[in-house]
């Protein structure tokens, strides 16, 4: 399965844009990139997913890399309740599993 | 139910003890899985149902561990002789499909710490 490399933590003011990076230089032509996020004490949350284009909703947008090879996902205005891990996985198209790193602990400073 | 519901919420327990996990999907999510995550790790899958097919459990991590889905709905998972290193946090998800384009919903887990 192709792997994804994420920072450890990142921090950003309230109320600013935060760009979290994500490294996946052996994906297949196949594999949709998802991102999750996981507030403190809850589970998972889906945020957004891609597989070539760009991709805007209400929560996010995520910027993919013309090659494949990375991504970001752009909090346009990151605010208190923003904090938490977020989570880049690449999902074979066709599988159901999601294979978890350990993410980019996001810090949201007021 | 509105989201995907756990209990319970926290269970502690005593070493070589059987527990039991239980995981209500969303209504009319044919689709269920169970996750596991110990301390400072990110997820591991452990195991999925999809409607009435067999499922998938070749993430559980020894013969220790099964699970149960009745009647397409209610899942349970079972660790039996429970050891120090299943401490973790279980999260069941659910999604309406298998094959589900936004992905899963997940529950806010279950705390297992084993004494």
């Known amino acids: 399965d192709a792997k994804t490399t994420q920072p450890n933590s990142m921090e950003s003011n309230e109320e600013e844009p935060v760009h979290l ?59 208190l309740r923003d904090a938490a891990v977020y989570y880049c996985i690449l999902r074979p198209s066709g599988t159901y599993k999601y294979i978890f790193g350990t993410g980019t602990r996001l810090k949201v400073l007021a | 139910g509105a989201g995907v519901s756990q209990s319970p919420s926290n269970k502690v327990t005593e070493k070589g003890k ?27 899958f ?42 973790a946090v279980y999260l069941c998800a659910s999604s309406q499909t298998g094959l589900p384009l936004y992905g899963y919903t997940f529950g806010s887990g279950t705390r297992l710490t084993v004494v």
């Open chain 1, 21 to 79: 990076p994500c490294n996946h230089s052996t994906i297949s032509g196949t594999d949709y990139i998802h991102w999750y996020r996981q507030l403190p004490s809850q589970g998972p949350e889906y945020v957004i997913h891609g597989l070539t284009s760009n991709v805007n909703n209400r929560m996010a947008s995520l910027a993919i890399a013309e090659d494949r090879k990375s991504s970001t996902l752009i909090l346009h205005r990151a605010t």
């Open chain 2, 18 to 44: 059987d527990v039991e996990l239980r995981c209500d999907p969303i209504s009319g999510h044919t689709a269920l899985y169970w996750y596991r995550q110990s301390l400072g790790q990110g997820l591991e």
């Open chain 2, 46 to 87: 452990l195991i999925y149902f999809q409607g009435n097919s067999a499922p998938d459990k070749s993430g559980l991590p020894s013969d220790r561990f099964s699970a149960e889905r009745t009647g397409g709905s209610v899942s349970t998972l079972t660790i039996q002789r429970t050891q120090q290193e299943d401490s």
